[in-house]
């Protein structure tokens, strides 16, 4: 699987603003096929890679600026197994 890393220089109120209304847009089709049933899987998954686009998007600026986000996901992934998490897979990041 790949995603890209689109070449935007949102400020962090833009993205603000684009996560509110992708995770908007989730939100409607994870609600359309509980109470509808719905076939919105397709759309769900769309919506779902959506924010993740973004997100994607928000760590590539946090990194630019100085971060190191694979230090950042280390603490996080310690994070939740402290909490007594258990995972079944793992997914990698990686730049190209």
Do not use: P
Request: proline residues 0%.
């Amino acid at each position: 699987m790949e995603m890209l890393i689109l070449e935007k220089n949102d400020e962090y109120i833009d993205m603000f603003y684009k996560l509110h209304e992708e995770v908007d847009e989730l939100s409607c089709e994870l609600i359309k096929h509980v109470t509808e049933k719905e076939e919105t899987k397709l759309k769900i998954a769309g919506e779902t890679l959506d924010v993740i686009q973004v997100c994607i998007g928000i760590l590539d600026k946090l990194e630019k600026e100085g971060i190191e986000i694979a230090k950042e996901v280390e603490k996080h992934n310690m994070k939740l197994l402290k909490r007594g998490w258990r995972y079944k897979s793992v997914v990698y990041l990686t730049r190209v």
